[in-house]
């Protein structure tokens, strides 16, 4: 068993059922994806395993650009929202004595 990649809080182990549970039981992931083949070529496995773990990466970094992309959109919808709120009631109101 070996662990392919780990980058970005991901990791790709590769091995048997036993070698990767021997893994697992030290792991500190909060979830895990597991990919079974009951049959299979070594050496197709290697390149599947090399290719699953470059996706895998692949797809968590960009999933994490798109959810850092969308909070910062939302903060900003957030700021112009409580802006636009403010902003009528600051001129609705006058201060005491003005406007007599």
Sequence with gaps: MSVVADRLGVSTLVGTPKEI??????????????????????SVFAALAENFTNVASSMFEVLLERQDRESLERL?????????AVAPAAEGSEPA????
């Design 97 to 100: 004595g003005a406007g007599a």
């Design 76 to 84: 900003a919808e957030n700021a112009c929202a409580a802006q636009s």
């Design 21 to 42: 549970q021997a893994q697992l039981a030290r792991s500190q992931a909060d979830h895990v994806l597991v990919v079974a083949f009951d049959h299979i070529k070594p």
